[in-house]
């Protein structure tokens, strides 16, 4: 069956940076885009990017430009997002998406 499992997540100070992976399995990862999503206690699900399917293709959410990096391996099957100059405003839940899946998410805070 399809699963996608998200880790990287932790407290960070702002300014400071993190690597969030997403591992999926049970569906053709390599031929297909996939996303980043957040949420927060405030908001519903919000879109971060997404990559196309052989990497080329990259979409960011425009609060995100410049300070995220979302990037594949289809040989490991394995979701990137590079997160730096991290802000308290991205604190949230972050997923990887492909079509109706979701993974449990992992938590990212920005405090200091």
């Known amino acids: 069956q399809v699963q996608l499992v998200e880790s990287g997540g932790g407290l960070v100070q702002p300014g400071g940076s993190l690597k969030l992976s997403c591992a999926a399995s049970g569906f053709p990862f390599a031929i297909t885009d996939m996303s980043w999503f957040r949420r927060t206690p405030e908001k519903e699900r919000e879109w971060v990017a997404t990559?196309?399917?052989?990497?080329?293709?990259?979409n960011y959410e425009d609060s995100v430009k410049g300070r995220f990096a979302v990037a594949r391996d289809n040989t490991k099957k394995i979701l990137y997002l590079q997160m730096n100059n991290l802000r308290p405003e991205d604190t949230a839940v972050y997923y990887c998406?492909?079509?109706?899946?979701w993974g449990q998410g992992t938590q990212v805070t920005v405090s200091s």
């Open positions: 990559i196309g399917f052989d990497g080329r293709e990259l």
């Open positions: 998406n492909w079509h109706d899946y």
